[in-house]
């Protein structure tokens, strides 16, 4: 990370908020067109607090404790946010606009900072001094011309071209900060490709918010803290506010008041130190309410032809409000080789970005021939039925993921009536035979890169993960040996009954006899009862833990893209270094018809670098994203279904405690 | 019907001795035993008030081949040919939890330090169970003698609780053992030659048929209730595993994961327990199989006898016949009827006491049973509710 600052220096904060800013424009525009005088009104509210900052003595910033600082323009959020509240569509849109006032004072907050600890303090000073009245027009002329939602692109190359100028004159106070400058670089330098494309633009704004998690708790220095957590209402609660919005373009507004409306809130309340972890659980629960409006279901699990080219389709029932289908409740037929495929898709197109792609149930040559062969044994049936329940719990993960719902071609699984057939997924074809060399080179090239992790955060995270897939591993073990051994348990204690009741029939005393042979009864419903307990073991627990390690190996899988992509930097790095070289000895040898030559290249690698790096930083950040969504997700399905588990142990705790009631009657009554 | 209540007590500890032993005037108890190596030490106490005893309360060790003499040379004293002769306690085996225990520190390496403690600590209080049960075994043995109206009396069995050094008793060597398997091979065929004689009394007829199936099918429920516990032994040591993986998962993880599977650990000592009043069934089960046998023991030593009365009877005819030797054939013949008849009478009686025994002990077991498995249910029931409830909370 260090490396990275000095070669491309992070650009200026003050970079983002145009964006921020019009990232809310454009949502303002999505919802009403006419909401432009709205904008007006609380735009001077937007500019001034810039101002007051500047006004206020910059001295006061540098020789203050810097919390004071902070504590400053959150008051005026704090003032400002009762004042337009009284009308609703005022305050949808004139929150974020006071957000963004913060921004662009906590960036300058923020810039002095660094300087105080590395250098004179006069730099900064112009640089705040020099740079907001470019903000501040840049804003102003946004706002005149937000009427046209791209015209201000202009702007925004501006504020491309401060970047640079900022930045190399900022040191690198410490790690953290940084990943939240280069966060919102990335951000920038993508914007433009996708500007059109609320989804991505959203997905690319929602990075930010948890990146700036770690900073926060780590060690950094309590002033940066301050300024991070504020910095981070904003970011998550644009990326709330996005999350709705964007991909919703044409959702009623009504849906988008409600969530909008709790964000300033959440703002508010996160003031306070605490801020960031509170603001992204929230965010995480608005996210994960949006979620739960999609239902699927596989059932019905259904032969399809006769012999080996039998295959088994399922049904996949679709009940949903989200607007971006076509209906509310819809159904399709599905084969197995269908999620392969619709899994080989996603992961071509997301993983390399760095995201955690839910990976289907694996294949099973033998369990699907005993199916395609059998006729109806019970261990076919119980392996359709484990597949149906691990497919659908597949789609769900796919469904809950926001990024991968708004995929095309998950779109397109769950709605479209025929499907191409997937023909990359058959074991033995072709295909498969080219993706296992792929998979080997692979681990190959894994072997060979070493990358020395600068970030803690990721390295900790791998070593985790490594811990945590392998403690999985053994604790599948475990519950598999315990489904074993209760199904012998239940074995054994059907025998046990059939024994005693022959013990019963051969018994004189009638008493004892019938007890004994009630006790035979109680025995074989036991039996049943660890049948059940057995299958539940099974399904609600053995079940859940092969699923989580086969998404701990996609976890595994993203780092392993970060690391590529951080490979590629440093290659290109290394070839820049290289060309650097060439360009000195053509100095030193004086052969200036090809020094222009090498400068080209020196330029178009130096592009390469810096296109790399933000690949790299970007994916990174995905990464950050993804697991600690990952990893919430995962308590959340752990303690769901460990209560459930839990749940059917104590219904059979039950049945048993009913069972051995109803039969001590009848033990006291042997006399 | 003193002994009723003892072998039902068989399975519940010490503190229930006292009652079996209601007849005050010898009671007897084994209230240490000490391990070394194979051999096992037994102390056995004695409070008496017989005079045949010379002191009124006093200790001797004991080691369990001397139960075995004991046992012996009761079964090879005539007299006690119509009685129902307790079953000799088996051998004390330690080597399951042993080998275990040899295992597991073997595998120590393998696992972490909580769940090797875990482990030991299973093993070690399965040990305790394996010997508590050999003490009981050996006790119970001694309690059935001491309670019976015609063994208390016997002088091996005085003497074995009176000499107050080690007994020291000869093992059997093997020409012994040879022998005694012979005579098992030579018993067993002479029982399915005489089991061709016919009864002539009907309740010994009856009782034979139901000895001989019943002996058969608890021998099957037992080993089908000792299966049925070992595979609950190992769901029980399933979920010790699974509750060690847990806690290895929750020590490296992140908070909100952490609480979720800390609290699923808990839930893993019901079914150690629930194992444990299995046993019971089981160990009830193999007691009366040993018991059972003993009856049969009767029932062929009855038959044998009528076996040989009734060649008394032909040798008498054909003395008879031949006109000689007549005196020596009836006196043969009376002795014979004498013996049979006997054992006839005696038979019958401990036979019905062997009945109203087991019934009883049936029944104080079923219920034992019972009620512990409602209270491992009831306790596991509310350790589960309360897991679900702290999941719940947060």
Same mark, same amino acid.
């Given at each position: ?671 | ?164 050094? $080690? =007994?020291?008793? /000869? +093992?059997?060597? &093997? ?7 012979? !005579?098992?091979?030579? @018993? ?108 049969? $023991? =009767?029932?062929? /030593? +009855?038959?044998? &006898? ?7 009877? !032909?040798?008498?005819? @054909? ?76």
């Amino acid at each position: 990370m260090a490396a990275s600052s000095e070669r491309s220096p992070p650009p200026f904060p003050d970079s983002e908020e145009p964006e921020l800013l019009e990232d809310s424009d454009e949502g303002a525009d999505a919802f009403t067109g006419t909401s432009i005088s709205e904008m007006d009104s609380p735009s001077p509210d937007s500019t001034r607090p810039p101002k007051d900052i500047f006004n206020e003595p910059p001295e006061d910033i540098f020789s203050d404790p810097l919390s004071n600082i902070n504590s400053e323009p959150q008051k005026k959020v704090d003032t400002k946010i009762p004042s337009p509240s009284s009308d609703e569509a005022v305050d949808l849109f004139s929150e974020p606009l006071d957000d963004d006032s913060e921004v662009m004072s906590s960036p300058e907050v923020q810039n002095p900072m660094p300087d105080l600890l590395n250098e004179p303090v006069e730099a900064p000073k112009s640089d705040v001094l020099g740079e907001p009245p470019v903000n501040n027009s840049s804003s102003s002329v946004k706002k005149a011309v937000s009427a046209e939602l791209f015209g201000d692109d202009e702007d925004e190359e501006d504020l491309f071209k401060e970047t640079p100028k900022v930045v190399t004159k900022k040191p690198q106070p410490s790690g953290p900060p940084v990943d939240v400058f280069t966060e919102v670089k990335s951000d920038v330098k993508v914007k433009p490709q996708v500007k059109d494309d609320p989804t991505d633009l959203f997905t690319e704004e929602a990075l930010t918010a948890p990146a700036q998690k770690p900073p926060a708790s780590s060690s950094s220095s309590s002033r940066t803290n301050g300024v991070h957590s504020e910095e981070q209402d904003l970011f998550s609660e644009a990326t709330v506010e996005l999350s709705l919005d964007s991909p919703l373009n044409d959702r009623k507004k009504k849906d988008a008041v409600k969530p909008s409306l709790s964000a300033p809130a959440a703002s508010v309340a996160s003031s306070s130190s605490k801020a960031p972890s509170k603001t992204l659980e929230e965010l995480e629960e608005e996210e994960s309410e949006d979620k739960f409006d999609l239902n699927i279901s596989v059932t019905n699990p259904e032969k399809v032809g006769d012999g080996m080219n039998a295959y088994m389709a399922y049904k996949v029932s679709t009940q949903t409000s989200l607007t971006m289908f076509r209906s509310k409740t819809f159904t399709v037929r599905r084969r197995f080789s269908d999620f392969l495929g619709l899994y080989e898709k996603l992961s071509e197109k997301h993983s390399q970005n760095g995201y955690i792609v839910p990976p289907p149930p694996e294949k099973s040559i033998l369990g699907m021939t005993k199916v395609k062969v059998g006729k109806e044994d019970p261990s076919s049936a119980e392996f359709v039925e484990r597949r149906r329940a691990a497919l659908e719990r597949y789609l769900q993960r796919v469904v809950s993921h926001p990024s991968l719902l708004q995929d095309p071609d998950v779109r397109e699984f769950l709605e479209k009536e025929e499907l191409p057939r997937a023909v990359s997924t058959q074991a033995l074809s072709g295909a498969g035979f080219l993706k296992m060399l792929n998979k080997a080179t692979d681990a190959v090239s894994k072997m060979t890169i070493k990358m020395n992790e600068q970030d803690v955060w990721f390295d900790e995270k791998i070593q985790d993960v490594e811990n945590e897939e392998q403690h999985m591993r053994k604790l599948h073990v475990m519950v598999e040996s315990l489904v074993n051994h209760r199904k012998e348990l239940s074995g054994n204690t059907a025998v046990f009954a059939k024994s005693v009741a022959m013990l019963g029939s051969s018994e004189d005393n009638t008493a004892l006899s019938r007890a004994l042979s009630q006790l035979a009864e109680v025995e074989d419903r036991i039996e049943q009862l660890h049948q059940e307990q057995a299958s539940n073991d099974f399904f609600t627990f053995s079940e859940l833990l092969a699923d989580y390690i086969r998404l701990l190996g996609a976890v595994k899988g993203c780092f392993d893209q970060r690391m590529k992509a951080w490979q590629r930097w440093q290659d290109a790095e290394n070839m820049l270094q290289k060309k650097r070289e060439a360009e000195a000895k053509l100095l030193w040898a004086n052969k200036p018809d090809k020094l222009q030559q090498a400068k080209d290249e020196i330029a178009e690698w130096e592009a390469k670098v810096t296109q790399y790096e933000r690949e790299f930083e970007r994916i990174s950040a995905t990464v950050r994203k993804e697991v600690i969504r990952f990893d919430k997700e995962k308590a959340r399905d752990f303690k769901r279904q460990i209560v459930k588990y839990l749940e059917s142990l104590l219904n059979s705790q039950q049945q048993l405690i009913k069972y051995w009631e109803a039969f001590l009657p009848e033990a006291k009554a042997i006399a | 019907m003193t002994s009723i209540s003892e072998d039902s007590d068989k399975e519940k500890v010490r503190s229930v001795s006292v009652d079996l032993n209601n007849d005050a005037s010898l009671v007897i108890d084994i209230p240490d035993a000490l391990c070394e190596r194979d051999k096992v030490k037994f102390t056995i106490h004695i409070k008496t008030t017989l005079s045949s005893f010379q002191k009124s309360e006093f200790s001797v060790p004991r080691q369990h081949e001397d139960f075995i003499w004991l046992h012996d040379t009761i079964v090879e004293t005539e007299e006690y040919a119509g009685l129902i002769i307790p079953p000799a306690p088996p051998k004390p085996d330690f080597e399951g939890p042993r080998e275990k225990m040899h295992k597991l520190g073997e595998g120590e390496s393998s696992m972490t330090k909580e769940e090797y403690a875990k482990m030991k600590q299973e093993l070690e209080a399965e040990y305790l169970a394996v010997f508590k049960k050999t003490v009981q075994v050996h006790e119970v043995f001694l309690q059935r003698l001491s309670s019976h109206p015609m063994f208390r009396k016997d002088r091996n069995f005085q003497i074995f609780l009176e000499y107050d050094q $080690d =007994l020291t008793v /000869r +093992r059997k060597n &093997a020409k012994e053992m040879f022998g005694g398997f012979f !005579k098992n091979m030579v @018993k067993s065929a002479d029982e399915v030659l005489i089991s061709g004689v016919k009864e002539v009394d009907e309740f010994f007829e009856q009782e034979k048929i139901f000895l001989l199936d019943y002996s058969s099918k608890i021998k099957d429920a037992t080993a089908k209730a000792e299966k049925m516990t070992r595979s609950h032994k190992n769901v029980a040591d399933d979920y010790n595993h699974i509750s060690g993986a847990m806690n290895s998962i929750a020590a490296d993880n992140n908070t909100a994961f952490k609480k979720t599977i800390s609290v699923c650990v808990l839930q893993k000592l019901e079914d150690r327990v629930a194992s444990d009043q299995e046993l019971k069934l089981t160990e009830l089960l193999r007691y009366y199989t040993r018991d059972i046998q003993a009856a049969k $023991d =009767l029932l062929y /030593r +009855r038959a044998r &006898a009528l076996a040989d009365y009734e060649n008394s009877n !032909k040798t008498l005819d @054909k003395a008879r016949l031949k006109g000689k030797d007549i005196a020596q054939a009836e006196e043969n013949q009376k002795q014979c009827l004498r013996k049979f008849d006997k054992l006839s009478e005696s038979g019958k009686k401990e036979l019905t006491s062997f009945k109203a025994r087991r019934v009883v002990a049936f029944r104080k077991n079923l219920i034992e049973m019972t009620e512990l498995e409602i209270k491992h249910a009831k306790n596991s029931m509310s350790l589960l509710q309360g897991s679900i409830e702290i999941l719940n909370s947060n």
